[in-house]
């Protein structure tokens, strides 16, 4: 059970503060099921550091704080192509309390907010670490072991059409993902260059569906080109079983809501 | 919201001056409801209130070895921790209170225990959060043993023993059988004159109530050596009751205040929340709150028990259906609390709204190692229902008819006999299809829309059959299942409740039981609405020139009465 | 283990208590302050039934440290009502039958406030976002969207 709580004024300091008995809470969204039920750590370290509600908009992106939450991206009129994405997670009240950090670390079968970065090519700011950003996926596989993250670098789609984003679940509007995903498609002369498509729950983290990546690579965003991207959707992934779904249920289903996600972004 | 009446229908039967049937009326406790001011159990605060939480099995099925509450008892703010044997009295089945049943469910388990979630000790600490902590540190030594998580399963020979009472997995009924029989006419020999079988089989998974209040109750001790008790439950007085006989305290100890409830579906009618807090307040001389999270209301709650059936028409080809049997299986789970009698209930409410000629029916009580089941919604009755309508589909489309036209044509009219040998009054089952039709646009045979529930009943339907073939097949024998079961009810006196300390039964019944004459309402004395078994009711031969005397009987659940 | 002095505003007067590391704010207002009004349904953020505002935003108050409400202003359900007088809201409740169990009530009334706060004539869609968070188990939805929506247009009933 919790036996103390320390607020930082610097998320260096909040950084040194970590160790194996401390658990670092954001929005609490997902922290404080886990301290309501007594299963975390002894301490809870939070920070109030300005930079982790930035919103830097910069040439080719935005840099926003790993504590902003779903509600003001949402709201915010220089993040149109995230908005739908943000509204996805949670219902109004999860929104007004979920942070972009936190989603990153969210277990299966939450993270869709991550899902949707993933695909955009996110890079992620550590506290306390120089150097260069770290590719989001770099920092999925390594959840245990990151660090507080202070911010997420997302590259703008050139074009409003180029990305699209699509959430699956059984309730609406506010529901858990039986699964979700993300595309990024850049055009170039009208062929896809740089394709990058990421499911949600359809792994232990978000993940790339690289065999989608490589059919559509190159491609013109067509018919044909849906239906054989839609045929390797699970290829490669392994899909788990839950209380929502099956792995089976999943494999059945991905290429479909694959093939309905790409055929909207063609629609426009 | 627009309510639709069509008052063409029984208008003679209606009193049209009426203040409250057919209109709007507000909530009287609504106010309450929009001020936040309804006062739900957990809405009573206490100074120095402890909170316990319960240590619970991960297994299905298994062994009690050693419980060891050493180190528990020493963590941070815990104040006791129970385990069995510091329950006065440690066994129970709730109809008990009725006299319906073997006690087969212990507080907190000793010996062994047959659900997941079943509860071996309770930790009462100053703050939930330490209660946690502390559960965290019981250690249980399991032998855990095979599991069995399907009825037909279960009843299958070697099957593991779930509850020790019923060895074979089935509640024992009446003393002597394994299940619950309906016999009325001889089907065997109806199928073989019939043009058509049409055979099914139905099931459908327990099903959780999921209330947004989960269970729970706060007591304390209060004046004249009392104990209060703030309670979610449905059913008050059963909840005391339970109380009064887990605790072997006299019932006037007990000041028990519920009536306002976030939500039960049913889920909150076999509640023994109470005992344990009034245990802990006995025990640490403080008030205590015992309730469960949201995890626990949904794995440990008793859910609408799983059924199965599988149904056997034989069918004439112009769509008359002249024999259905019934094979039913309720998943009771580890326990039996209220399946015994759900049972009771659906069977009484079988065939279905239809006069059916032949009816014959076995339905089984099945012990698995679920959690163990409960009301919900019409309860005994909704998953037959299902079973019964999914079926009635079946045989229109085998003999070619449409399925309302099939209903019309088998459904009852005023003055039938039942297969639970009443006449069937204020039937409208044929009236509500001529208007379902009508709103979905289903065109109905001629006959269809000319049919009335009034007309052409009773004469030669109102006539029992003239053979009823019997058997006594899945006969038991060498179990005492006590009291009034022992007696099955045929012989004039009734047997004496097992004695409950603290609480003594009124002078026995008259010794004659009065012949029932031809009832004006229908024998289960709950309506199919009640989520929770009735009090015992009138009697109904209690005409009221004839006082009541005694102990009153809950003489339906057994369906026995003299003709 | 200390406990943190917690002043803060509740429906607009200050209030003080203390709080237990980690405690959550749900428990604290029931416990530590006695605002009854909001409920317990599952501890995890999905019900909604604990509902309430901070610095006017819909919050999970099971989901917020109590300690972090320091300085803001919270409401609740049984802020609403000015005195004996009831909000809009709480009378179209209890026309349109917005209410059976009663036990989202508190909840749902909180978003639905927060909603015509922001928006006041919020179209169908807006009203089913905005209680998209609050489940109710008993009336099926339908009258607490019709409630809110007559609440909305100035009446009391749909």
Same mark, same amino acid.
């Given at each position: 059970m919790i036996q103390s709580v320390e607020t930082h004024a610097t998320l260096a300091e909040a950084q040194r503060a970590m160790g194996s008995d401390a658990i670092f809470m954001a929005g609490?969204?997902?922290?404080m099921r886990d301290v309501n039920a007594g299963v975390t750590a002894t301490r809870i370290v939070r920070s109030s550091d300005p930079v982790l509600a930035d919103i830097r908009l910069s040439g080719d992106g935005v840099t926003i704080g790993a504590g902003v939450t779903m509600a003001t991206i949402a709201a915010h009129r220089d993040l149109a192509f995230l908005a739908p994405v943000a509204r996805s997670v949670g219902g109004p009240q999860i929104r007004n309390m979920g942070t972009v950090g936190g989603n990153l670390f969210a277990p299966h079968p939450y993270g869709d907010f991550a899902v949707a970065l993933l695909a955009l090519g996110a890079r992620v700011n550590v506290a306390g670490q120089s150097g260069a950003p770290r590719p989001l996926a770099d920092v999925l596989r390594e959840r245990g072991r990151?660090?507080?993250?202070?911010s997420v670098h997302v590259p703008r789609p +050139?074009?409003?059409?180029?990305f699209g984003f699509l959430k699956v679940s059984?309730?609406?509007?506010k529901g858990v993902s039986v699964l979700s995903v993300a595309a990024h498609l850049p055009r170039q002369g009208g062929r896809i260059r740089g394709a990058r498509v990421a499911f949600g729950a359809m792994g232990p983290m978000p993940l790339q569906a690289t065999a989608v990546e490589r059919v559509l690579d190159? +491609?013109?965003?067509?018919a044909s080109t849906i239906a054989r991207a839609a045929q390797v959707a699970v290829e490669g992934l392994d899909p788990p079983t839950d209380a929502l779904a099956t792995a089976w249920y999943r494999r059945e289903v991905a290429g479909v809501h694959l093939k309905r996600l790409l055929e909207r972004m063609v629609r426009g | 919201m627009t309510m639709e009446f069509?008052?063409?229908?029984?208008a003679d039967e209606r009193?049209?001056? *009426?203040?409250?049937?057919?209109k709007p009326t507000r909530r009287q406790d609504i106010l309450g409801h929009v001020t936040g001011r309804?006062?739900? %159990?957990?809405d009573h605060l206490f100074d120095g209130l402890l909170h316990i939480r319960c240590v619970r099995s991960p297994h299905h099925h298994a062994r009690i070895r050693r419980i060891d509450i050493a180190e528990a008892q020493n963590?941070?703010?815990?104040?006791r921790v129970l385990v069995?044997?510091?329950?006065?009295?440690?066994l129970n089945t709730l109809l008990s209170l009725l006299d %319906?049943?073997?006690?087969?469910?212990?507080l907190l388990a000793e010996t062994?225990? =047959?659900?997941?979630?079943?509860?071996?000790a309770a930790v009462i600490a100053e703050t939930e959060a330490q209660a946690r902590a502390a559960v965290a540190r019981v250690r249980v030594d399991w032998d855990v043993r095979p599991h069995v998580l399907d009825v037909e399963e279960a009843i299958k020979?070697?099957?593991?023993?779930?509850c020790e009472v019923y060895p074979a997995n089935k509640f024992i009924y009446h003393?002597?059988?394994?299940h619950q029989k309906l016999r009325y006419g001889d089907v065997e020999a109806a199928f073989a004159r019939a043009d058509h079988i049409v055979e099914g089989r139905y099931q459908m998974s327990p099903i959780e109530q999921a209330p947004i209040e989960t269970c729970g109750a706060i007591a304390a001790p209060e004046t004249n050596d009392r104990y209060v008790c703030y309670t979610s439950t449905q059913a008050l007085f059963f909840s005391l009751g339970t109380a009064a006989k887990l605790l072997t305290m006299?019932?006037?100890r007990l000041h028990f205040i519920g009536g306002?409830?976030?939500?039960? %579906?049913?889920?909150?009618?076999?509640? *023994?929340h109470e005992p344990l807090a009034i245990l802990g307040a006995m025990l640490t001389g403080r008030p205590c709150k015992f309730a469960w999270d949201r995890e626990e209301e949904m794995q440990v709650g008793a859910p609408r028990g799983a059924e199965r059936w599988y149904i056997k028409d034989g069918v004439?080809?112009?769509?008359?259906?002249v024999a259905r049997k019934f094979t039913g299986y309720f998943d009771?789970?580890?326990?039996t609390r209220l399946s015994s009698y759900a049972i009771i209930k659906g069977v009484g409410h079988l065939p279905g709204p239809y006069t059916i000629p032949n009816v014959y029916a076995d339905v089984y009580c099945v012990y698995t190692n679920r959690t163990p089941a409960t009301a919900m919604?019409? %309860?005994?009755i909704t998953g037959v229902d299902f079973a019964i309508e999914a079926h009635m589909d079946k045989v229109a489309d085998t003999v070619g008819m449409n399925p309302i036209d099939l209903r019309i044509l088998n459904a009852y009219r005023d003055g039938d006999m039942k297969a639970h040998r009443r006449e069937a009054k204020n039937t409208a089952l044929i009236e509500c299809c001529q208007v379902v039709a009508e709103k979905a646009g289903i065109g109905l045979q001629a006959s269809s829309r000319a049919a #009335?529930? *009034?007309?052409?009943?009773?004469?030669?339907?109102a006539r029992l059959p003239a053979h009823t073939a019997v058997d006594q097949k899945g006969t038991v024998t060498g179990i005492d299942t006590g009291g009034y079961a022992r007696k099955g009810?045929?012989?004039g006196r009734p047997a004496q409740p097992p004695s409950m300390p603290g609480y003594t039964m009124p002078a026995? =019944?008259?010794s004659t039981r009065p012949t029932a004459p #031809?009832?004006?309402?229908? =024998?289960? =004395?709950?309506? #199919?609405?009640?989520t929770a078994p009735p009090?015992?009711?009138?009697?109904?031969?209690?005409?009221?020139d004839r006082p009541r005397q005694g102990a009153m009987r809950f003489s339906s659940i057994s369906g026995l009465r003299r003709r | 283990m200390a406990k943190t002095p917690i002043v803060f505003m509740l429906n607009g007067a200050e209030r003080a208590s203390f709080a237990e590391p980690g405690q959550n704010l749900l428990e604290f207002l029931r416990?530590?302050?006695?605002?009854?009004s909001p409920k317990y349904g599952?501890? /995890?953020?999905?019900?909604? @039934?604990c509902t309430v505002t901070i610095d006017g935003e819909t919050h999970l108050s099971c989901l917020?440290? @109590?300690?972090?409400?320091?300085g803001k202003r919270v409401q609740t359900a049984?802020?609403?009502?000015a005195g004996a007088t009831l909000h809009p809201l709480q009378e179209a409740f209890m026309e349109n039958f917005?209410? /059976?169990?009663?036990?989202c009530t508190p909840g749902m009334l909180v978003s639905a406030k927060a909603l015509l706060d922001r928006?006041?004539?919020?179209?169908r869609e807006d009203v089913v976002e905005a209680i998209s968070g609050n489940i109710c188990r008993?009336?099926?939805y339908e009258p607490i969207i019709e409630a809110i929506l007559a609440a909305a247009k100035g009446r009391a009933r749909a």
């Open positions: 609490g969204t997902l922290v990151v660090g507080i993250v202070a +050139q074009a409003p059409g180029d059984r309730i609406k509007p190159g +491609q013109a965003l067509d | 069509r008052k063409e229908f029984f009193d049209d001056n *009426l203040n409250e049937i057919g309804s006062p739900y %159990f957990d963590m941070p703010g815990v104040v069995g044997r510091d329950v006065p009295r440690n %319906f049943g073997i006690d087969d469910e212990p062994k225990v =047959a659900y997941k979630g079943e509860p071996v020979p070697g099957a593991p023993v779930v003393g002597k059988y394994d006299p019932s006037n306002t409830v976030g939500g039960g %579906f049913g889920g909150k009618v076999d509640s *023994l004439m080809r112009d769509g008359r259906i009771s789970g580890a326990y919604r019409g %309860f005994g #009335s529930s *009034l007309r052409d009943g009773g004469g030669e339907r009810g045929a012989s026995a =019944a008259s #031809s009832p004006a309402r229908p =024998a289960a =004395a709950a309506s #199919s609405q009640s009090p015992p009711p009138a009697d109904p031969a209690n005409t009221g | 416990r530590g302050v006695g605002d009854l599952c501890g /995890q953020g999905t019900c909604g @039934a917020t440290l @109590a300690e972090s409400v320091v049984a802020g609403l009502a917005a209410a /059976q169990c009663g036990y928006n006041p004539t919020p179209t008993c009336t099926g």
